[in-house]
């Protein structure tokens, strides 16, 4: 179970005059799916950056499970700690499904026979059927690279489970079925599920939801 807060977090791009994050305090907690919306522009992308120890916070703090980033070698907490999954799926595409979620394992030391045992459960969980283990990613529908990108954050058992408009390029009804497995893995699964982007269909399916505006964050509602 792992849960992230941040702490009057700013943020300022090299070269930009203006603050893209100004303040921002959030707590996102496992088991529960938060979601923060906003138009472009407003910083949901670099704030999921600071949360996926992309970069670190101008000033202000993140915290896992109550401990100080800044006090953390960042790549560990990438490979160990989160994992990220985005809106064009970012599936390797020279690698077979299946290798594709093998590969964060084998990266982190998880030996080929084990990671392919992992992999298995993880597309069977995600509703990926056997004859499609060996296809390439651009042989899969939308709706399915991004099941099998899902399979793939959840390899490394990373806690937290960040996502970058994960339904921007799917229809209603493969938006509706991310969501419901993003929803199971938190609420059955314990895992911290935060969500950034413009879609307020995804709002109202989350638990928690904030708003962001020109790099201000507020609860909504
Ligand atoms: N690499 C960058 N360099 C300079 N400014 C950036 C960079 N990335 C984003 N910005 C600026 O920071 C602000 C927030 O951007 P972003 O976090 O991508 O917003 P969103 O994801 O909500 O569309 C915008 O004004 C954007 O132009
Ligand atoms: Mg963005």
Known sequence: MSELKVENVSYRYKNSSRKALSEVSCAFQAGTVTSV????????????????????????????????????????????????IFQAFQLFPLLTVIENVCYPMELNGIAKAEAQKRARVLLARMDISEEKWKRYPANLSGGEQQRVAIARSLATGAGILLADEPTGNLDGQNTTNVMEILTRLAHEDGYCVIIVTHDPAIAEASDYVYRMADGVLAKAG
């Open 37 to 84: 919306v906003g138009p472009s522009g407003s910083g949901k992308t670099t704030l999921l950056s600071i949360l996926a120890g992309l970069d670190r916070p101008e000033e202000g703090k993140v915290l896992l499970n109550g401990q100080d980033l800044a006090g953390k070698d960042l790549d560990a907490y990438r490979r160990e700690d989160v994992s990220v």
